[in-house]
């Protein structure tokens, strides 16, 4: 994700002033993008089987599977006939999720993502929207992917969300995350930040815009 603007039209957007749109590499608007966003998390949310996916991935109802690479048996969760990684070895696995603890289910929820989806950045000149189980399949995505797969497996499980779009230096719209309400407040959920863990996010962005992606 990433967009030319000036500052002051990122500061007028943040103070609710009208201006000329924002624009992506892919020409689309800012709002365009987020409604592409918002249908393929709809989409995802649809599919009864990320339901069973969440469900099972904070209830710690793993299945035995053969990793091929390491011929290991790991802790894995079934979704469209593919075996995906639950967690990262059996001791993990035991750590199941009491009944209305936010912190654990976002946590068991973002290693799942971590563990199978690899961050990367689109084609050049290029913005996609994956779906959940596009994203897993390809085993990979960029920041609009992972937030898409985030928002849709909190979703399943009860969780609201919007999409947090920023600005780190003022000349360009750079990136984007879900933040999950919990019953203690919000949630940042950002994937792409090598050793970073639930509840990081950049300090102080230049600027920041938050969309409803489920409410």
Known sequence: MRSSTDLGRLRAMARGQQGRSQTWETGDSLLNHIELIRRQI????DDPETRSLAVA????AFDRFVDQATKQVVPAVPYHGRYYRGAVDWSAAKRFCEARDDMCELTQLWNFVVLNVRY???AAGQDTYQTLRATLEAGGGDCDDACIALASLAGAVGYRSIARVI??????WDHIYPVIKTRRGWMALDITEKGKRPG????SPAAKQDFWLVK
């Open 200 to 203: 990081w996010e950049f300090s």
């Open 167 to 172: 600005s780190v230096r003022g000349d360009t």
């Open 42 to 45: 709809n989409l995802s949310m």
């Open 120 to 122: 990367l950045q689109d």
């Open 57 to 60: 991935i904070v209830s710690g």
